[in-house]
């Protein structure tokens, strides 16, 4: 049993430090509590949760938290075994209104709901909320096995590339990459690999680590200020590339920023050099106002096409720096994409 008082085990009305899956949340108070594997009495008297009301029993009911068995996945996990056990005197334990057995333990699933005692009633949900992390290849490098160890005690899992379902990035130093652009559009945080050491290490009462003491500083310095919204003001961007055609003649690529591209509302097209005149004239017969910019470089743009060329790490700067607006559109003699972004910047500072 986990002792102590419920503080540091609970949040209300924000975010949850991310090193669980389960969530247990009053409806009476609004207070969420963290379930991480192992077991969480609930009661009146040095318990995990704590209910300070005279008809609860000391130890009125005992949670039982499994750890996942499989950590790295490739699609949302699915909730791990959670039972509860009664153990009250005499006022009892309910799980969707119906009495749970004295000392038989009964699973619960995702939406069930708690009722403890019957006099005075306390009401909470079952919420499963999973945290997955995708680690950067630097972060995979240094911690090997370690990290999947160290997401299982703490009941989190890891992704080795970002998807819809991801919520961190383990980075131990920002840099522009395709995942931190995916965390850009997905809206998650970025947290340095300590932060789930410290969340396997936490003991007892120790409260629970705050992603935001666990920010990293970019790799290099000039960006810091393209990365601080990314870093300190974590949002979902999910219309960001409404209007945007983005082509690709790189497969890997392609399906690497598929889903982030589509994430935002932007439309991906893997075609070959050949094809690109005839898909870029498609797509403006069917829309006029699309914007078509090709991922890769200029020597790879046919002359006379209607569309930009940009580099990864130019789309991904663009983004982060909220620049997307100044994306370009015409032939690639027309300058690269940091190139025009400063030139439409200027001409927009002259004009006010």
């Given amino acids: 049993r986990r002792g102590g008082e419920a503080a540091p085990n609970v949040s209300v009305g ?33 318990c995990y949760v704590l209910i300070v009301e005279a008809t609860v029993s000391r130890v009125h009911a005992l949670l039982n938290i499994s ?61 499963w909320e999973p945290t997955v992390f995708c680690a950067a290849s630097e972060v995979l490098e240094a911690w090997g096995s370690d990290l999947e160890k160290a997401c299982q005690a703490s009941g989190c899992y890891l992704t080795t590339e970002w998807t819809n379902f991801t919520t961190h990035l383990l980075s131990d130093a920002a840099k522009s990459s395709g995942k931190l652009l995916a965390c850009a559009v997905g809206g998650g945080q970025v947290v340095t ?26 790799r290099d310095p000039a960006q810091a200020e393209v990365l601080a919204g990314v870093l300190h003001s974590p949002q979902r961007r999910t219309t960001l590339f409404r209007g945007l055609a983005f082509l690709f003649l790189d497969p890997s690529k392609c399906a690497q920023l598929k889903p982030v591209i589509e994430g935002g509302s932007g439309a991906v097209i893997l075609t070959s050099k050949q094809e690109i005149l005839p898909e870029v004239t498609r797509l403006r017969q069917q829309n006029s106002k699309l914007k078509a910019l090709l991922v890769g470089e200029a020597a790879d743009a046919p002359q006379g096409a209607a569309l930009s060329v940009v580099a990864l790490r130019e789309l991904t700067m663009a ?8 994306l370009p559109v015409g032939p690639p003699a027309a300058g690269s994409l940091s190139s025009t972004m400063q030139t439409d910047t200027r001409q927009s500072q002259q004009t006010q």
């Fill in 14 to 46: 924000g975010p949850l430090p991310p090193s669980m899956s389960w969530v247990l949340r009053s409806t009476d108070s609004g207070e969420r509590h963290v379930l991480p594997p192992g077991e969480a009495a609930i009661g009146r008297r040095d």
């Fill in 67 to 127: 750890e996942p068995a499989a950590v790295v996945v490739g699609s949302k996990p699915a909730p791990v075994k959670i039972t509860i056990v009664d153990r009250s005197s005499f006022q009892h334990t309910f799980v969707n209104e119906e009495l749970v057995s004295k000392d038989t333990p009964r699973e619960v699933c995702h939406g069930d709901t708690l009722t403890i005692g019957r006099e005075v009633e306390r009401h909470f949900v079952f919420d």
């Fill in 193 to 218: 690999s300590s932060f789930v050491r410290t969340c396997r290490d936490r003991k007892g009462t120790e409260p629970w680590p705050q992603p935001h003491n666990f920010r990293p500083a970019p």
């Fill in 319 to 326: 983004v982060l720096s909220g620049d997307l607006e100044y």
